[in-house]
C-alpha cells in the first residue's frame, strides 16, 4: 500500500495522558500536513512540514501539542496532557509540491476519558 | 473572516436533482482549488480540481470566479451514492472549509 498510513487507528487514554501518532507520508511527497476534525466540521489546520522544517503552526497548536518530522519522512504529534477537549480525529496529509492535490491516511481517533 | 467558508448546509435533494455548492476564500493570491469527498467517519478523497477556465467530470462541474474569490461546484443527476460532506480548500494555504453535508433521498 503506498497511501498516506496513520498509526494508531484508535486511541483511547486518560485526561493527563501523552499520547503520540505517527504518520507516513507518500514517499518523495515533500509536504506533509496535520488536522484535527470534530464532528461536524471541516479539517483545522494544525501544522505543516516540508521536507524536516516546520513551516506553519495555527494557533490552535498549543503548547501542549508538538510536531515532528526528524528526517523529511514519517511525522508525529504528540499530545501532553491530554484534555477531554483534545477528543477528535487526527488526520494527516501529503503532497508532492505546493500546488498539487494533498492525499489523506484514515487518520487516529483519539478519545480522551 | 474565514480563509475559506463554505455554504452551511446541508441541501436535501432527490434523486435526479440538480446541487450546487459554493465556497469564498480571502487569499486573493490563491492558486490553486480543490474540492474533496467526504463520506461519514472516514477520511477526505479528492473529487476534483477546479482549473481557472473551469472544468468538468462526468456529473461535476467545478468553477473559478477569481473577481468574486469564490469556486463552486454543481452536481447534475444527484445519485444516493452522492450523499457526503464537500469540503473545499484553498491549497497553498490549505485550509479547508467546514463542508457542505448533501444528502440525497429516493
Known amino acids: 500500500d503506498t497511501g498516506v498510513s496513520q498509526d494508531p487507528r484508535h486511541k483511547i487514554t486518560k485526561r493527563g495522558q501523552n499520547v503520540t501518532f505517527r504518520c507516513d507520508p507518500i514517499s518523495e511527497h515533500n509536504r506533509l500536513y496535520w488536522y484535527r476534525q470534530t464532528l461536524g466540521q471541516g479539517p483545522e489546520f494544525l501544522t505543516y512540514f516540508q521536507n524536516e522544517a516546520q513551516l506553519e503552526k495555527s494557533r490552535l497548536l498549543s503548547d501542549r501539542f508538538s510536531a515532528e518530522r526528524p528526517k523529511g519522512s514519517f511525522s508525529t504529534l504528540e499530545i501532553q496532557r491530554t484534555e477531554q477537549g483534545d477528543s477528535a480525529m487526527y488526520l494527516c496529509?501529503?503532497?508532492?509540491?505546493?500546488?498539487?492535490?494533498?492525499?489523506f491516511g484514515q487518520g487516529t481517533r483519539l478519545t480522551v476519558v | 473572516r474565514k480563509e475559506v467558508e463554505q455554504d452551511p448546509g446541508p441541501f436535501n435533494v432527490p434523486e435526479g436533482a440538480t446541487v450546487a455548492f459554493n465556497c469564498t476564500y480571502s487569499n486573493s493570491a490563491s492558486q490553486s482549488f480543490f474540492w474533496y469527498r467526504q463520506d461519514c467517519r472516514k477520511e477526505p478523497k479528492l473529487l476534483m480540481s477546479?482549473?481557472?477556465s473551469g472544468n468538468e467530470d462526468g456529473r461535476f462541474t467545478a468553477q473559478l470566479n477569481r473577481a468574486s474569490q469564490y469556486i463552486s461546484l454543481l452536481i447534475r443527476d444527484s445519485k444516493l451514492s452522492d450523499s457526503a460532506t464537500y469540503l473545499c480548500v484553498v491549497k497553498q494555504d490549505m485550509r479547508f472549509g467546514a463542508g457542505t453535508r448533501l444528502t440525497v433521498k429516493p
Open positions: 477546479v482549473y481557472s
Open positions: 496529509a501529503s503532497s508532492p509540491t505546493l500546488n498539487t492535490e494533498a492525499f
